[in-house]
């Protein structure tokens, strides 16, 4: 990946779920090469080299990451990957929520978004507004908790049918984050600093011995 830039060109780097993502982006805000693939393990072996076949020799300006939330694994992945390339070619680096983005690709007034986490909880939050906005804080909640914070009539994201089935009524698509629709977030969106967003504390936590030289604290 050592090509010379020949115009201003956005690299888009999605890897916070399922998907594995990846876009580039001319100036004019027009898609010129993606690679989408849902393969829910294993971003670590596929991002890299779909990066690689999408440049084809073209060298981006700018690079945009998803920050999660997500998995765990897949949102440390493409900030690893992007953090890498920006440094290596010495170009900027912002990031964007995966929550955002699917709110984005919804293009209603009002939306829902429900991504699948751990132990059985949801990364929800609600957004809406000219420019798109949050309208509320990012939560992972159980479902039925969920279920009781989302108002909006359709619900998009990988865990939106548990939401809606436990709410009883409203639309669902299940949906991943694709990164050529990063081009349909206000700048606001698509200018958060490139650092995790978990959306929920990591289950192992540092063992710590208390006072009387005991050990609490193990990891779960």
């Known amino acids: 990946m050592s090509c010379e ?22 100036p004019d805000g027009a898609v010129r090469a993606e690679r989408h693939e849902i393969v829910g393990r294993g971003h670590a072996e596929r991002l890299v080299p779909m990066i690689a076949d999408l440049l084809d020799d073209r060298r981006p300006t700018a690079i945009l990451v998803d920050c999660g939330p997500g998995s ?42 429900a991504v699948t986490g ?26 039925v908790e969920a279920a009781a914070a989302i108002e909006a009539e359709l619900v998009v ?11 009883g009524h409203g639309r669902f698509l299940d949906a991943s984050p694709r990164a050529a629709d990063v081009r349909l977030l206000p700048e606001p969106l698509r200018s958060l600093p490139p650092r995790p967003i978990y959306g929920r504390a990591p289950d192992a936590r540092p063992v ?11 990891m779960r």
């Open 5 to 26: 830039p020949t115009e201003n060109l956005l690299l888009v780097i999605d890897s916070a779920t399922a998907a594995c993502s990846a876009a580039l982006i001319g």
């Open 72 to 113: 765990f694994t897949g949102v440390r992945v493409g900030l690893a990957a992007a953090h890498g390339l920006a440094i290596g070619w010495g170009v900027p680096l912002a990031g964007f929520s995966s929550l955002a983005l699917l709110a984005a690709s919804a293009g209603e007034s009002e939306v829902g978004v």
């Open 118 to 143: 751990g132990h059985g909880e949801l990364f929800v939050q609600s957004y809406g507004g000219d420019p798109l906005q949050p309208l509320g804080a990012l939560r992972s909640l159980a479902p």
């Open 157 to 167: 994201g990988s865990g939106a049918e548990a939401l809606v089935v436990a709410r």
């Open 208 to 218: 710590q011995s208390d006072a009387a030289g005991g050990i609490e604290g193990p």
